[in-house]
Structure formats: C-alpha cells, structure tokens
C-alpha cells in the first residue's frame, strides 16, 4: 500500500531530528490598535466605522445599503434582516447584497478577523454577499498573529478563516480589482 | 525546448521582457516594504526555518498524526505514491459521485501531477477558478508563475481572449471590466458544480485541520457550496501545531506581494454538515527529496514565488521557459529530482547571485543547492552540452596557473580586436549582456612591471 510505501521512505530518509523553537508574540509594537487595524484595513480596500451602539449600525446600514438583501445572525440588527436563511440552501444566498456577520477578535498588523462556522450562519455567508460587514469589539483587536492563535488557543471549530478586506485580484497586470468572486466591499464595525 | 533556447525565443521581444522583468521588480520591491515595516522579520524566517526542519526530521510521526486526527474530524485521507496514483484517486472519488465538472482552485501540485489534461482526457470538465489561472487554461497554456499565474499576459490580450470565450466587448481591456466578466462568468459554475478542488497551503498535525490562503476568495466559493471536497497536498505541508502557522501567515503573503496577509485564510477541520471533504497526501518524489542531504532543505519550500520576482534570470527568460509547475530558481532545484535528464539544464539557468536564497522566508539556501545539482548533473553527465564544454574549459583555466595567465591575454587580444568571436554559442554568457571593455593589461601584468 502507498500509505506504508511512503511512510517508510520518509522514516528511512529523514534527518536527525531536531527540535521545534520557542514562538515568541514580539510583543504590542502599537499604542493605538483601533488605529493601526484601521489604517491596515484602509489601505487593503476595507472600511472601518467606529460605532458605540447598534444603533449607529443600523443608521450606517440604512444609509449605505438600503434596497439590499440582508441576512444576519446578529440579535440586535434582528428586525432589520432575514433570518431563515440559516437553514436554506446555501446556493440561495446568491443575491445577498450585504452580510452582518461577528468576528471573534481582529488583528491589529494586517486587519485580518477571526471568524468561525458559529459566527458565519453559514459557511458560504462571508464569501457569496456582495457586501460583508463584521461587527468587532473594540477591546478585542490583537497585536499580531501570534497573539491570535493565543487566542483561538485549542479550541475546535468545523471551519474558521482570517479575513482582511473584500475580494480582490490582480491577475491582470497587476491592476488591483476588488470584488473577484466574493464580496466587492467589506466594512468593519468596531463597537466599544 | 531547454531552457536557454526559450529564454532566447522570449528575450526575442525586447520591450515585452523589460516589461515582464520590470513588473515582477515592482513586487519585488513590495516584498521588500513589507518586510522592512516587520522588526523581527529575521527572527521569523529563523523560526520558519527551523519549524521545518523539524518538521521534515519528523515527518513520518507528523503524517501519521495528521492522519489520525483528521480522520476523526471526519475527513477521508488517502496516499498517494507517484503523481499517476493521485491522479486516479481523484477520478475514481468523482466516478463514485458521478461526476464530470469539477471547480478547481489554485494547486501547484495538480500542475506537477498534470491532473487538468488527465481529467480532461477522462470525459471530466475542469474549470480553474482563480482569475489568472482561468486566463491561462482558456489560452491552452499552463501558468508561468506559482503566485501570478498569468504574469506574462498584456491586458490587451486578455482582452482578445474574453472577447473571444467570455464575450466582452472587442477592444475591451480595462481591467475591472474584464474581472467582472470574469466574475460573472465563473459564479454560474461555483452555483452548479458539486466538487470542488483545492490545493493545501498548510496542514496542522495537531489538529487534523487544513489551511488554504486565496486573495479571490475562489476555493471557498468552490468548497462552501459543493458537496464534496478534494484537497490536494505534498507530504511536506505539514506544521506540527496551530500555533506555527501564526509564523507561517506573516511571512506567505508578505514575501509573495507585500500584502500583509491574504484576504482569506480559510482554515478547514471538518467537512460542513452533508459533505465529503476529501485529502490526498502526495509523495510524488518528496521521500527521495528528503534523502538528498543537500536538496532536502528544498522540501521546506511555501511557494511564495518571492525567489522568482527577485531572479534576474526568471525575470527576463518567463516562466514557460523552465518546462516545469514551478518556475524559477526553487522549480530548478524541485525539477531534476522529478527527472533529471529532462530538467538538467534548469540549474544552470542561474547567476548564482544569491538573491533568491536572500529573500526566501523559510531560508533555503537556492543558489547553494543549485551549484550543488550542477555538479551532481555534470558529475552524473546529464549537465547541457553548451555549458560543459564552457565549463569544462573555465575549469581548465583555473586549474593550471599558467594556462590562467595565457588565457587572460588570449581574452584581452579577443575581446578588443575581434569581440565577435566571443559572441558564439559556445560562450552563452555573452548573451544578452554587454561584455565589459577589457583592461590594457591585467593586474599580474601591471604587478610583474612594477613591482620593483
Ligand atoms: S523557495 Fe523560498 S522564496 Fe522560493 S517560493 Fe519557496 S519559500 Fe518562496
């Protein structure tokens, strides 16, 4: 069998081991991490809305996105979007325009938003809206990667992405577009 | 075709390679911005270094473990010995499905096994997803770089190409409206096909869990609506733990473009709820790799392409011209280990200036492995004709102190009355290069004179 095959290579070849080193976090490099997540998240095509209540995000929605499908699995935006399509079929959330979603913990070095399948609704949720949104909370923006794995630490999750902006490419000589395939435009709101 | 000889085809358009060179240098120094901004960027790469190393000393217990608990998560793992074995692992998954259209996201390893052509020639539709990899696989053409896969192609071009597949306006060669044609052309498949395939760029033996980094978003898109998942991975994916790959994500992204992460890293531990998740582990050569004391360091490799948008030669000889998945200076190190006599010449495609072993972030020494191939492949007699004979010569040279100072004069006298006569094929570093004016006399000269 292959599996035995190629395991008793590895094992014949492999060199002397050697040991795993120390990861270090390097520390909090930043005196302001609201400000250093959005100045990243800015430069990577994202938005980042400071709010102090849900109902500065409701206004900001009703502002920038009325007439758009909107699904959330967020309690208090509740009455202003869908909440069946939690059990529908992922291919019919195709026409959503916008998507407010929680991310667990941001990082504060490259914007990037922790989110796991619990957050997501749905796994395709982030990916398939034209618009995604995620509400973050202030006090949880990380310094550095390292410090988000602390974080996340042993947890077990189906599915979990860092995501930092919309969608982008720049297969075509290097030209940056935003919106590949999935959301054209991604807002942060960061919630004290 | 070897290398030099396509080097030379490409180098025949002068203003095209300027540009391809001056385009993978402006990534080049994007690279260089994002590292700089980074304090501790040596220690990363240190640790990155070292994380693999360890890995690679380990890699049976690693592989085993990975397996293990992956199974738990409830995803189905298989092994796959050679290139052909994975090819016909991932048919006979889709002939279980009955399935003949597959999306597919970015995998340098379906490249190396040519998966797409046996797909294809196995009654199975295959649809990459990832923008330039989409431009390339209309074109008939396989990518020119790990990371830009069509960074050869003008948007003029992809222009005449989506006005000819996907219907977009002639002339038509804006770049966003190309991507939105693209856009909308490639979400019809993502809604109606039910596998999707992915490569891996990490595996995490601790937790059983898999890590696919895109800008696009196209693998989840692919993954999150079909029903069933292949991901494709070389045995030397694996991290040992989670925690490894916080090191793993600063470095990938900022040493391929200089972003400070890719928009999605996608993290996958168990299928969704209703869904198949398969991984093929893929030796393909590896084990072997890993016995080549001098070559094993090439197996920490995380196809960053940054040694490529550094080299001097890759920037000005294309991708295609190493007939191999992965181009450029660590493609030339992979490529003789797959077969030597068809890729003996890509080690020579070097200055061995060094550049890429400098900006590698797990910290291959590149140009030191491959002055090592050249003398296994001259050694072993695979090295190319032209460059043995070059070779053999400057050896000569070198060797005997008096032929040394003969030839240096032979030099002068040739290069300044008949420099014609080291523009011949025998010489292939004239190509392409100006050879410098030759000193009146060389410094054994000037010293024997005056010295007294
Ligand atoms: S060899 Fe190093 S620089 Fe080149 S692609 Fe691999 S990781 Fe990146």
Redesign the interface.
């Known amino acids: 069998m292959s599996r035995e095959k190629i395991l008793a290579a590895v094992a014949k070849n492999k060199p002397t081991l050697t040991p795993l080193p120390e990861i270090q976090d390097f520390g909090n490099p930043y005196s302001d991490l609201v400000a250093q997540f959005t100045s990243v998240l800015t430069t990577i095509g994202g938005t980042a809305v400071e709010v102090r209540n849900w109902e500065e995000i409701q206004q900001y929605v009703q502002t920038h996105f009325a007439g758009r499908r909107m699904v959330t699995n967020l309690a208090p935006l509740a009455d202003m979007a869908q909440q069946s399509w939690l059990t529908s079929d992922p291919h019919s959330l195709d026409d959503v325009g916008l998507a407010i979603l929680e991310g667990q913990f941001a990082v504060a070095e490259n914007s990037a938003v922790w989110v796991t399948e619990a957050e997501m609704g749905q796994r395709v949720t982030p990916f398939i809206a034209e618009t995604l949104a995620l509400v973050i909370k202030k006090s949880a923006i990380l310094p550095k990667m390292h410090h988000a794995y602390a974080q996340i630490g042993a947890v077990e999750y189906g599915f979990g992405a860092f995501i930092a902006g919309p969608s982008k490419t720049a297969d075509i000589e290097q030209s940056l577009v935003l919106g590949a395939h999935g959301p054209k435009s991604m807002v942060a709101f960061l919630i004290d | 075709m070897n290398h030099s000889e396509a080097a030379d085809k490409f180098n025949k358009d002068f203003d095209r390679t300027t540009w391809h060179d001056e ?1 993978l240098w ?2 080049r120094q994007k690279r260089d911005r994002a590292a700089f901004a980074i ?2 960027w040596e ?1 990363l790469r ?2 990155a270094s ?2 693999k ?2 890995v ?5 217990t690693y ?2 473990e990975f397996e293990k608990n992956a199974k738990a998560n409830g995803i189905t793992v298989h ?3 050679d290139a052909h ?1 994975h090819n016909q692992i991932v048919l006979s998954i889709l002939k279980e499905q009955g399935i003949q259209q597959i999306v597919k996201s970015k995998s340098m390893l379906t490249e190396e096994c040519h998966l797409n052509p046996f797909l294809v020639e196995n009654g199975v539709e295959v649809i990459d ?4 990899e989409r ?1 390339v696989q209309l074109a008939d053409e396989p990518p020119s770089h790990i990371v ?4 050869h ?3 003029e071009e ?1 222009g005449v190409l989506f006005h000819k597949h996907l219907g977009t306006p002639e002339g038509c060669a804006d ?2 409206t ?3 044609a ?2 909308e052309h ?2 019809e498949k ?2 109606t096909r039910r596998v999707a395939l992915t490569g891996v760029n990490f595996a995490v033996a601790e ?1 059983g869990e898999f890590v696919v980094c895109t ?4 693998a ?2 692919g993954t ?2 079909a029903d069933v998942h292949i991901a494709c991975m070389g ?1 030397e994916k694996i991290v ?1 733990k ?6 793993f ?2 470095l990938l992204a900022r040493s391929a ?1 200089g ?14 709820e209703g869904q198949q998740m398969h991984i093929i ?1 893929v ?1 393909n050569g590896r ?2 790799q ?2 080549r ?1 001098e070559f ?1 360091n090439s197996l920490k490799c995380i196809r960053c392409g940054a040694c490529m948008n550094t080299c001097p030669v890759y920037r000005r000889s294309g991708g295609h011209s190493y007939h191999n998945a992965v181009a450029g200076p660590i493609g030339s190190i992979l490529a003789p280990n797959l077969d030597m006599t068809k890729n003996a010449d890509l080690p020579f495609a070097s200055t061995l200036c060094g550049s890429c072993s400098n900006v590698c972030p797990v910290k291959i020494n590149i140009h030191e492995q491959l002055y090592s191939w050249r003398q296994v492949l001259t050694k072993s007699g695979h090295s190319p004709t032209a460059k043995t004979i070059g070779m053999k010569a400057m050896a000569a040279v070198l060797s005997s102190p008096s032929v040394y100072r003969f030839s240096g004069k032979i030099g002068r006298l040739t290069l300044s009355n008949t420099p014609f006569l080291v523009n011949n094929s025998l010489n292939p570093w004239y190509k392409q290069r100006e050879m410098p004016e030759p000193p009146k006399e060389s410094f054994g000269e000037w010293y024997k004179k005056n010295r007294k």
């Not at chain 2, 690679?56 to 049976?60: T, V």
């Not at chain 2, 830009?148 to 960074?151: F, K, N, T, W």
């Open positions: 385009t402006w990534v304090p501790e220690d240190n640790m070292q994380i190393h360890n690679l000393s380990n890699l049976d592989l085993i092994w796959a010995a074995e997803t990832d923008l330039g431009i830009m896969p069509c960074i192609w003008k948007k992809i770049p966003s190309l991507t939105l693209a856009r490639l979400r993502f809604l937790t800008n696009e978003g196209n989840d898109m999150h609506l045995i040992p989670r925690k490894h790959l916080g090191v994500l600063r473009t972003q400070p992460i890719t928009t999605y890293s996608s993290h996958f531990a168990k299928p969704r582990l030796d084990s072997r890993l016995g004391e094993r």
